[in-house]
Antibody, heavy 116, light 110 residues
C-alpha cells in the first residue's frame, strides 16, 4: 500500500523558515517523481514544486522560486521542502504527492503551515 | 501561469449525469494530453480519478469519464450518487515545465 506521511508543519512568523518532510513507503521511491502541492484555507490546489527521481532537477511555481527548495533522500525514502522567507500567503496545507502518468497518483494527508 | 477556469459549482439529482468543464490555453490544456482530475471530500486529501485526459486509475468507477476538445477538458459523472458530492479539480501540465490546477468545482447532489 502506498503511503505518504507529511510532517514539520506549524506556526511561523513572517520571514521565518520551516522544513517539511514526507516519508514514503509502498512504492519504488527512487524511480518516482515527487511533488509538493498546497491548498490555502478554503481555497483551491496549487502545485508548488517537483523533483526528478535522481534529484538532478527541480522545478518550482514562480511564487516560491528562490525561497523554497525541494530535495529528496532516496536512501531514506524521504522528500523535503525547505521554506525560507515565509509570507502570509504561504499559509496552506502542504501535500506531498507521487508523480505518475503525468498526474499526481497518490497524496499524503497534508501538513498545515501557518505564517502569522 | 493563470489557473484553469472551472465553474464554481454544479449540481444534479441522483442518477443524472453532470459535466464539469476546465478551460485553459494552448500552453497547457490545448497543448498536451496531460490533463488530470481530482476528487476531494471535505477535510480529505485529493484523489486522482482521471489521468491523461480520459484514463481511469485502477479502482475508479467507470461512471467517471474525461475528454478534451481544443483548450477545454471535461469531466463527466454519470449515474450520480450521494457519495459523489465533493470538490473536483482539473490539472494540466504546461509549457513552462510546471503544473496548473483549476479553481475547483463544488458538486452538489440534490
Amino acid at each position: 500500500e502506498v503511503q505518504l506521511v507529511e510532517s514539520g508543519g506549524g506556526l511561523v512568523q513572517p520571514g521565518g523558515s520551516l522544513r517539511l518532510s514526507c516519508a514514503a513507503s509502498g512504492f519504488t521511491f527512487s524511480t518516482s517523481w515527487l511533488n509538493w502541492v498546497r491548498q490555502a484555507p478554503g481555497k483551491g490546489l496549487e502545485w508548488v514544486a517537483n523533483i526528478k527521481p535522481d534529484g538532478s532537477d527541480e522545478y518550482y511555481v514562480d511564487s516560491v522560486r528562490g525561497r523554497f527548495t525541494i530535495s529528496r533522500d532516496n536512501a531514506k525514502n524521504s522528500l523535503y521542502l525547505q521554506m525560507n522567507s515565509l509570507r502570509a500567503e504561504d499559509t496552506a496545507v502542504y501535500y506531498c504527492a507521487r508523480g505518475d502518468r503525468w498526474s499526481f497518483s497518490y497524496w499524503g494527508q497534508g501538513t498545515l503551515v501557518t505564517v502569522s | 501561469q493563470s489557473a484553469l477556469t472551472q465553474p464554481a459549482s454544479v449540481s444534479g439529482s441522483p442518477g443524472q449525469s453532470i459535466t464539469i468543464s476546465c478551460t485553459g490555453t494552448s500552453s497547457d490544456v490545448g497543448g498536451y494530453n496531460y490533463v488530470s482530475w481530482y476528487q476531494q471530500h471535505p477535510r480529505k486529501a485529493p484523489k486522482l480519478i482521471i489521468y491523461e485526459v480520459s484514463d481511469r486509475p485502477s479502482g475508479i468507477s467507470n461512471r467517471f469519464s474525461g475528454s478534451k476538445s481544443g483548450n477545454t477538458a471535461s469531466l463527466t459523472i454519470s449515474g450520480l450518487q450521494a457519495e459523489d458530492e465533493a470538490d473536483y479539480y482539473c490539472c494540466s501540465y504546461t509549457s513552462s515545465i510546471s503544473w496548473v490546477f483549476g479553481g475547483g468545482t463544488k458538486l452538489t447532489v440534490l
